[in-house]
């Protein structure tokens, strides 16, 4: 059964900082690839990151570019998304997600975590 747990969400101003985790399991962690989605309050779902945990390979959507790194732990089953130079635009309820390869992410998702982002 894939779980996956985020934590690290919170208020925080703008230009500050917050560092979200996710631990997985009930998969082989080694073949799946994990990212974060985020939805904003009254808006669609975006991708936010991704990272193939085989290759090391990761995405970012463009509003994030230079500001969030995605990294993983391969022997703690755990993915990292540090965000800096936060914006109230980036306020939302993220989720981790995970699926066979980044194009495919959102096959599975746990519980989300709000970041809020105050001006």
């Known amino acids: 059964d894939v779980q996956l747990q985020a934590s690290g969400g919170g208020l925080v101003q703008a230009g500050g900082s917050l560092r979200l985790s996710c631990a997985a399991s009930g998969f082989t962690f080694d073949d799946y690839a994990i990212g974060w989605i985020r939805q904003p309050p009254g808006k669609d779902r975006e991708a936010v990151s991704c990272?193939?945990?085989?290759?090391?390979?990761?995405y970012y959507v463009d509003s994030v570019k230079g500001r969030f790194t995605l990294s993983s732990d391969n022997a703690k089953n755990s993915v990292y998304l540090q965000m800096n130079s936060l914006k109230p635009e980036d306020t939302a309820l993220y989720y981790c997600v995970a699926g066979p390869r980044c194009t495919e992410v959102d096959q599975h998702r746990g519980q989300g975590t709000q970041v809020t982002v105050s001006s």
């Open positions: 990272i193939s945990i085989r290759d090391g390979r990761t």
